[in-house]
T-cell receptor
Framework: AQSVTQPDIHITVSEGASLELRCNYS??????LFWYVQSPGQGLQLLLK??????LVQGIKGFEAEFKRSQSSFNLRKPSVHWSDAAEYFC????????????FGTGTRLAVRP | GAGVSQSPSNKVTEKGKDVELRCDPI?????LYWYRQRLGQGLEFLIY????????KSGLPSDRFSAERTGESVSTLTIQRTQQEDSAVYLC?????????????FGDGTRLSIL
């Protein structure tokens, strides 16, 4: 069965600092990978996705992620964090062979210091 | 509307009562998903509808949970004889197709509290 691990439950960074959120997956086939962001009281918004091709993908709000097959990772990065980035971030993996279901990680809550 | 719409946004009910949650997907989206998000946890898949195919109910936690969808439109998730452990945010998502490479668009969820 596929699984997603987000090892950091809570991260605090200073505004303007760089950010990297970790995501590791376990899956036998080539996965489709996603990062979503959830602000309090709201649903999830898609930040970026990887299906195939270039392993460095660009998303909205200045985020990017890199797919590293050898490490089974899909880490999310941003060079300079803004206070409005404070939210919860979820990594998810899916594949056609899994019946189109997404498996989500438990999330990383990001706090931003002024 | 432009996005996935869920109602009610909040629901408080007594243990043992039945509840019905509604989801209006984005127009033209053939796939519809229900997830449960318990406090401080990730999303737990419940059920998936794709067009006129039989739904994938593999994530439903018990027979107290059921869901229906009319064609490619509205879906309702019903929880019978609610228990306190059913307290969670229930999120609905829709996507353009049934394959996982179509991103899912989420509603804001229904926060369900069982007293």
């Amino acid at each position: 069965a596929q699984s997603v691990t987000q090892p950091d439950i809570h991260i605090t960074v200073s505004e303007g600092a760089s950010l990297e959120l970790r995501c590791n997956y376990s899956y036998g086939a080539t996965p489709y990978l996603f990062w979503y962001v959830q602000s309090p009281g709201q649903g999830l918004q898609l930040l970026l996705k990887y299906f195939s091709g270039d392993t460095l993908v660009q998303g909205i709000k200045g985020f990017e992620a890199e797919f590293k097959r050898s490490q089974s990772s899909f880490n999310l990065r941003k060079p300079s964090v803004h206070w409005s980035d404070a939210a919860e971030y979820f990594c998810a993996v899916g594949a056609r062979s899994s019946g189109d279901k997404l498996t989500f990680g438990t999330g990383t809550r990001l706090a931003v210091r002024p | 509307g432009a996005g996935v719409s869920q109602s009610p946004s909040n629901k408080v009910t007594e243990k043992g009562k039945d509840v019905e949650l509604r989801c209006d997907p984005i127009s033209g989206h053939t796939a519809l998903y229900w997830y449960r998000q318990r406090l401080g946890q990730g999303l737990e898949f419940l059920i998936y509808f794709q067009g006129n195919s039989a739904p994938d109910k593999s994530g439903l936690p018990s027979d107290r949970f059921s869901a229906e969808r009319t064609g490619e439109s509205v879906s309702t998730l019903t929880i019978q004889r609610t228990q306190q452990e059913d307290s969670a945010v229930y999120l609905c998502a829709s996507s353009r197709g049934g394959v996982s490479n179509q991103p899912q668009h989420f509603g804001d969820g229904t926060r369900l509290s069982i007293l």
